[in-house]
Nanobody, 130 residues
Framework: QVQLIESGGGLAQTGGSLRLSCAASGRTFSRNAMGWFRQAPGKEREYVAAISWSSDRTYYSDSVKGRFTISRDNAKNTVYLQMNSLKPEDTAVYYC???????????????????????WGQGTQVTVSS
């Protein structure tokens, strides 16, 4: 059974930092693009960042660019999201996701759609207090 398990969420103050992890099991994703999304109460799921299988390409939404960093460790089958300079509007449940296509990197716009991903984690709550 393929699982993506997020961790590292919690409560942070405005201007603080958190590091999310997403550990995969059941198959390797070392040849697959992966991404992070988030969903705040009453809002649609929002794209945050994506990373290619080899880490040579990373993309971010405008709302987090310059503050968040996506990275991965293929040996650990894990993707990370370092979140700095947190704002109250970053409060949401954060989800990691994986594309099932091997060794392919499509235009960045492809990875900003939740429909492009085949596997999803259960999410981890991030709350930023003002």
């Amino acid at each position: 059974q393929v699982q993506l398990i997020e961790s590292g969420g919690g409560l942070a103050q405005t201007g603080g930092s958190l590091r999310l992890s997403c550990a995969a099991s059941g198959r390797t994703f070392s040849r697959n693009a992966m991404g992070w999304f988030r969903q705040a109460p009453g809002k649609e799921r929002e794209y945050v960042a994506a990373i290619s299988w080899s880490s040579d390409r990373t993309y971010y939404s405008d709302s987090v660019k310059g503050r968040f960093t996506i990275s991965r460790d293929n040996a650990k089958n894990t993707v990370y999201l370092q979140m700095n300079s947190l704002k109250p509007e970053d409060t949401a449940v954060y989800y990691c996701a994986a594309d099932s296509s091997d060794l392919i990197w499509r235009p960045s716009s492809y990875y900003s759609s939740h429909r492009s991903y085949d596997y999803w984690g259960q999410g981890t709550q991030v709350t930023v207090s003002s």
